[in-house]
C-alpha cells in the first residue's frame, strides 16, 4: 500500500494552523498513525487509528479519515511543531509511511 | 517508564553483515511485538519488519527478504536485527520500536534512539 502525503512541505507561522493529507493506494479502514519527527531525534508517535491522540500529545493535533483519505491537523503552531511529519499505514504488511512534510517557519 | 536503549554506531564494509541490539525496559518485555524502521540519511522512514512477542513470528519487508533477520531473547529483555550483504544503500540510522499496545501487531508507539550503520570501504 503506498501513501502520499501533500504538501511534501510548507511554511507556517507560530499561531497558524496547518493541514496535512495522506493518501493511500487502497483503503486502509482506520489504521493509520501519525509521526512527528524532530531533526536528528527519533520519530514521536501523536496520533493513532486515524483520530486517537496518543497520551501527552497537545490537543492542538488532530487526526480524522478512514478508508483512503486521511488529515493532520495542527491548530495554533508552537515553536516545537516545526519538523517532518509521517503518516504510516498498519493495515496490512509492509507497514508503509508517507514520503514525509516539512514544516518550517515562515 | 518504557526504554528502548540500541546498541552503538557501526561501520562495515560493503559484503559484510550488521548485528544491531535494543534492550527494553520498563514493561513486560514478552507481552508486546517489535518493529525496526530504517532512515537514510536526509530520506524518509522505512519499516523493515516486525517480530511477534515471544519471536515465533516474523514478517520482513520485500525488499529485505533474504537478508534480514530479526531475534529476541526473553532473558535479557533484547531484541536485535541482523542485515547481512551490507552494500553502500544500506548506510542508515536504524530505529526499534516497541508496538503501541499488548492488542498488536500495530503502530509504534515508543521509539528507540536510533544507531548508525555506515557501510562503506
Known amino acids: 500500500i503506498q501513501l502520499t502525503q501533500s504538501p511534501s512541505s510548507l511554511s507556517a507561522s507560530v499561531g497558524d494552523s496547518v493541514t496535512i493529507t495522506c493518501r493511500a493506494s487502497q483503503g486502509i479502514n482506520s489504521y493509520l498513525a501519525w509521526y512527528l519527527q524532530q531533526p536528528g531525534k527519533a520519530p514521536k508517535l501523536l496520533i493513532y487509528?486515524?483520530?486517537t491522540l496518543q497520551t501527552g500529545v497537545p490537543s492542538r493535533f488532530s487526526g480524522i479519515g478512514s478508508g483512503t483519505d486521511f488529515t493532520l491537523t495542527i491548530s495554533s503552531l508552537q515553536p516545537e511543531d516545526f519538523a517532518t511529519y509521517y503518516c504510516q499505514q498498519v493495515n496490512s504488511f509492509p507497514y508503509t509511511f508517507g514520503q514525509g512534510t516539512k514544516l518550517e517557519i515562515k | 517508564q518504557v526504554q528502548l536503549v540500541q546498541s552503538g554506531a557501526e561501520v562495515k564494509k560493503p559484503g559484510a553483515s550488521v548485528k544491531v541490539s535494543c534492550k527494553a525496559s520498563?514493561?513486560?518485555?514478552?507481552?508486546?511485538?517489535m518493529h525496526w524502521v530504517r532512515q537514510a540519511p536526509g530520506q524518509g522512514l522505512e519499516w523493515m519488519g516486525i517480530?511477534?512477542?515471544?519471536?515465533?513470528?516474523?514478517?520482513?519487508a520485500q525488499k529485505f527478504q533474504g537478508r534480514l533477520t530479526m531475534t529476541r531473547d526473553t532473558s535479557t529483555s533484547t531484541v536485535y536485527m541482523e542485515l547481512s550483504s551490507l552494500r553502500s544503500e544500506d548506510t542508515a540510522v536504524y530505529y526499534c520500536a516497541r508496538d503501541l499496545t499488548i492488542f498488536g501487531p500495530g503502530e509504534p508507539g515508543y521509539w528507540g534512539h536510533g544507531t548508525l550503520v555506515t557501510v562503506s570501504s
Open positions: 520498563g514493561y513486560t518485555f514478552s507481552s508486546y511485538h
Open positions: 517480530i511477534s512477542p515471544n519471536g515465533d513470528s516474523t514478517t520482513y
Open positions: 487509528a486515524a483520530s
